[in-house]
């Protein structure tokens, strides 16, 4: 059974800086797809960013592209958020996903339709 932590969260000013963290364990690291997402309150939950095997295939949601990075350390078993010029709008809880790579390609929607969810990271940016 895959788990997902996410640590990292916190409360920022505008302007400001966070690295957020997904912790995994319970399989091969490098046999999980593994994304992030976001939900703030009334909101429904948007992908935000997908680390892929070539820059070109690492996915961003339109909102955080330039702000946001998704990288890795395979050792650690652990893949960081992270994110600059944090703006109000980012103020939400933030998930990471995790699922096992198969025949299916790793995106934000696999992930959606069936991964293992941690219980998320609160991220709040006051003005």
């Known amino acids: 059974q895959v788990h997902v932590v996410e640590t990292g969260g916190d409360s920022v000013q505008s302007g400001g800086s966070l690295t957020l963290s997904c912790i995994t364990s319970?399989?091969?690291?490098?046999?999980?797809?593994i994304g992030w997402f976001r939900q703030a309150p009334g909101k429904e939950r948007e992908g935000v960013a997908r680390?892929?095997?070539?820059?070109?295939?690492?996915y961003y949601v339109d909102s955080v592209k330039g702000r946001f990075t998704v990288s890795q350390d395979v050792g650690e078993r652990t893949q960081y958020l992270h994110m600059t010029n944090l703006q109000p709008e980012d103020t939400a809880m933030y998930f990471c996903?995790?699922?096992?790579?198969?025949?299916?390609?790793?995106?934000?929607?696999?992930?959606?339709?069936?991964?293992?969810w941690g219980q998320g990271t609160q991220v709040t940016v006051s003005s």
């Open positions: 996903a995790a699922r096992i790579r198969d025949n299916i390609p790793c995106t934000i929607m696999a992930l959606k339709s069936e991964a293992n």
């Open positions: 680390l892929g095997t070539t820059k070109s295939d690492t």
């Open positions: 319970g399989y091969t690291y490098d046999r999980l797809c």
